[in-house]
């Protein structure tokens, strides 16, 4: 027994409690700030005991939901997991999700044959390696964060190429291929490499508007694309060298994407169902189903795994409000936001001046505090297909303005107030209209306590189930 682990679980789990009595809900930093405080290396000293294959999935976008996703289908195929919760990726979420697990000595039951899941943010990315030494290792995305967090994709590579330098030479690392930016990695890894891919040439969009523009790495030369899905994701090649998308072993196709799931099929899966629509999360999908793969877990836990996993907080959520749909799609960065919109824009199949839509911009810290990123996001995409539109959060009139900029229709309201929105919402819709709603963080926060305070009968799901 690690007297200085025993005690660091102990301190952590005394914080904890402390934490929950003090009603500070939701606190998951603090027991692991705690234990790190007593035993620095806790991380390690528990997250090395599990034998059944440590994980770490990152990404600028979708780590939370490609890990809820290896989640359901670690749950399917019977085998045991310890997974963090979202909004516990730095090292002392992850501390404090293992020392809740710990016996008070430190050890970990089960510990040889559970499997560590350990969404990472990315910054975190070197520490989480050096500490937990991981066997698979999944890069779903890179893109450009809001402005004010970390500035520049290069930073992130650096840190990612930072991070594979301390992990196991003989981790298999998940890429996706499409993705020029993380494609990047497989330069001077010798480990294994399992690659993930789109090949649906009905999805490529002809629309180039702006995205994260990168160089290759190897020559300083332009990216050209055969097919370009969104942002600066598809079948891309270097123009100045020969470095081009890898061929993929885990690849996605016939895509058919709906209001409330998405299906396309897998080689050597078959069809595949899930609860969760948008291009996005079927990249999502796919860097799960590799992880799988690579844990050695069976298409059918893969298949029924997909089958039932949740949206995470505030990502694709439905309330009905007075008869109307009103379905949360909340953007974080700018690519989070173009890729909504190119849902938007694939749900209408066409169909101009269909949609419905309510975009939310608020400013404060989890929002990001500079909303110049809005002139970086293509609301143009959508300008054709949206019929009606309302704005709200606390930037109101700059997001209004942005939109008036990209040719949406004028605005049934410009209102601060989620109150005042909802209002609006429904006197221009009918019971039984899809209303599609835009926000923040801070403004889902708002718009969600206010649906909740109407009665709002929700499909809500509740934070970290
Ligand atoms: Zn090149």
């Known amino acids: 027994m690690n007297a200085r682990l025993a005690a660091a679980v102990a301190a952590g789990r005394a914080a904890g409690l402390g934490s929950r009595l003090l009603g500070r809900g939701g606190g998951t930093a603090l027991p692991g700030l705690v234990a790190e405080r007593v035993d620095p290396a806790i991380v390690a000293h528990l997250g090395r005991q599990l034998g059944g294959g440590r994980v770490l999935v990152t990404g600028t976008n979708g780590k939370t939901t490609t890990s809820r996703i290896v989640a359901e289908i670690l749950r399917e195929a019977g ?57 698979v290792f999944a890069f779903t995305n890179l893109f450009r964060d809001q402005l004010d967090r970390y500035g520049e994709v290069d930073t992130v590579a650096a840190l990612w190429r930072e991070a594979l330098a301390a992990a196991p030479k003989d981790a298999t690392i998940v890429l996706n291929a499409d993705d020029p930016s993380v494609a990047e990695l497989a330069e001077g890894w010798s480990g294994p490499v399992h690659w993930f891919g789109l090949d649906d040439a009905a999805f490529a969009t002809e629309y180039a508007g702006a995205f994260d523009a990168r160089w290759c790495r190897e020559c300083g030369g332009n990216f050209a694309y055969d097919r370009r899905y ?16 890898a061929a993929t072993q885990t690849t996605g196709s016939a895509l058919r994407l709906g209001l409330d799931e998405a299906t396309f099929e897998v080689e050597g899966i078959g069809a595949l169902r899930m609860p969760l629509t948008g291009t996005y999360n079927v990249y999502n999908a796919l860097a799960a189903i590799c992880v799988a793969r690579v844990l050695g877990l069976p298409p059918e836990a893969i298949a029924a795994g997909l089958a039932k996993v949740r949206p995470a907080f505030g990502r694709q959520e439905v309330a009905e409000l007075e008869g109307r749909h009103i379905r949360l799609l909340l953007t974080k960065n700018p690519a989070g936001a173009n890729q909504v919109l190119r849902l938007l824009e ?17 400013d404060r810290f989890a929002d990001g505090q500079d909303v110049s990123w809005t002139w970086d996001v293509d609301y143009e995409l959508a300008a054709g297909e949206v019929g009606s539109c309302w704005v709200g959060g606390d930037r109101a009139e700059d997001m209004a303005l942005r939109l008036k900029y990209a040719g949406w229709p004028a605005p049934g309201a410009v209102v601060h107030e989620p109150a005042a929105l909802l209002d609006a919402i429904v006197a221009g819709t009918a019971p039984g209209d899809e209303v599609f709603v835009v926000p923040t963080y801070t403004a889902m926060l708002d718009l969600r306590a206010e649906l909740v305070r109407r009665g709002a009968v929700g499909r809500f799901w509740e934070r970290g189930e």
Request: net charge positive; charged share 20%; aromatic share 6%.
């Open 79 to 135: 085998r045991p997991f310890i997974h963090n919760r979202e909004g516990s990726n730095l090292m002392r979420g992850l501390a404090s999700t293992l020392l809740f697990e710990a016996r008070p000595t430190g050890a970990i039951p089960r510990a040889r044959r559970t499997t560590g899941l350990f969404e990472v943010d990315e910054a975190t990315c070197p520490a989480a390696a050096r500490a937990l030494a991981p066997g």
């Open 230 to 245: 969104f942002a600066h994701v598809g079948w891309w090649r270097c123009t100045g060298c020969d470095r081009r998308r």
């Open 346 to 362: 694939q749900l209408a199949g066409g169909a101009q001046g269909t949609l419905k839509v309510a975009v939310l911009l608020n």
